[in-house]
């Protein structure tokens, strides 16, 4: 299990960083209407983080599935056709959105949070850097090889699945009602996604290193989150740590030492609240997979609208940071292992 997380997670930063490469190295390049590429960019984030829900259900009930290595291959397709943005676009985003569906069902399969907490954090510095190589204008040959590789590191450390599905073996969701506890966690996947999003960094551009800083943070925060929650327990550490955060980005965001320690408290609630919805819907991984990332997609989809007025962020990333605190506090329980909840049944759709 070990050898799947790692190509997994490999996997993770060269699939961001080929897709965001394509974002900033032909897209942002195009010279095309800044609404054109808004809505470009909003394409994207809908394919990518909207579609992961459906398919990670189809994975769930169809496990012999190899969406990883699909999802390479889409995004490989999509390099190659970048002359066509549009098309090229689309493919990328929805193997972005195949892709992650399969590792995010390896990184949940077993009863630990460090597997999803490792997986997921190797996104942040592939996209920062996709970024740079964009802008950067470096050859098509460096993403696309990076996702070739990944193709073939998955189909030879992570074995295809077969049936039963992958279980969730951990219970840390609270015993709020079913409901209550998915839009709980649901709305701090939200928020933390939306304040990621809007929170004021001034010394962020003050060179190419400080502007991958925060990417660095969100590794460090997410995988260190995992390793902990395992170890102290996930309310434990996910009511702490947003707590935490509060005062660094609020009153030390312009501080980089202060708003980097904020940033890593911030993001060491994304294994816990995954995790907290994978708890509740133990035999169905990637449909809790794809639920995470549909909020991270609400989170961000009102910065593409609006912007909060020019004073106003901190007062609002405060609020934001303490209901965050409050929502894991009610979703989330301290628990080392153990099955999940005798309730929970495999979701049923009906038959269409």
Same mark, same amino acid.
């Given at each position: ?30 010279? /095309? %209407? !800044?609404?054109? +590429?808004? &809505? ?7 394919? =990518?983080?909207?579609?992961? $829900? *459906? ?86 040959? /460096? %993403? !696309?090889?990076? +996702?070739? &590789? ?7 450390? =992570?074995?295809?699945?077969? $049936? *039963? ?188």
């Amino acid at each position: 299990m070990r050898s799947s997380l790692f190509a997994y997670s490999f996997s993770h930063f060269c699939v961001d960083f080929a897709c965001f490469w394509l974002l900033f190295g032909r897209v942002m390049t195009a010279g /095309l %209407p !800044l609404e054109t +590429v808004s &809505l470009m960019f909003l394409a994207y984030n809908i394919v =990518a983080f909207g579609l992961q $829900a *459906p398919l990670g259900h189809l994975c769930d009930i169809r496990p012999r599935i190899p969406a990883g290595i699909i999802g390479c291959a889409a995004v490989a397709a999509g390099l190659l056709a970048s002359s066509m943005l549009w098309p090229a676009l689309l493919l990328a985003a929805l193997g972005n959105a195949v892709f992650h569906v399969g590792g995010g069902i390896d990184s949940l399969s077993g009863g630990r949070m460090w597997r999803s907490g490792v997986f997921v954090s190797t996104g942040a510095p592939g996209v920062a850097l996709g970024v740079l190589a964009g802008k950067s204008g470096l050859p098509l040959m /460096l %993403p !696309l090889g990076m +996702v070739l &590789l990944s193709g073939v590191l998955i189909a030879a450390l =992570a074995p295809r699945r077969k $049936a *039963p599905p992958a279980r969730f073996a951990l219970d840390v969701s609270s015993h709020a009602p079913y409901a209550a506890l998915i839009l709980l966690a649901s709305l701090s996947v939200v928020i933390r996604a939306y304040v990621g999003a809007v929170l004021p960094l001034p010394w962020k551009s003050a060179s190419a290193l400080m502007g991958l800083m925060p990417a660095a943070c969100a590794f460090a925060g997410k995988a260190a989150g995992g390793i902990l929650a395992d170890r102290l327990g996930a309310r434990n550490v996910g009511v702490i740590a947003l707590l935490a955060s509060l005062p660094c980005l609020v009153l030390g965001n312009a501080v980089p030492a202060v708003a980097m320690a904020g940033l890593a408290l911030f993001n060491m609630t994304m294994p816990v609240t995954l995790c907290t919805l994978a708890s509740r819907l133990p035999d169905s991984t990637g449909f809790a997979f794809g639920l995470s990332t549909l909020a991270l997609l609400i989170g961000t989809a009102p910065t593409f609208f609006f912007r909060l007025p020019d004073g106003a962020a901190v007062y609002v990333i405060a609020a934001l940071i303490a209901l965050s605190a409050l929502c894991v506090l009610l979703s989330t329980r301290n628990q080392e292992g153990g099955l999940p909840h005798e309730s929970s049944k495999p979701i049923q759709y009906p038959a269409v």
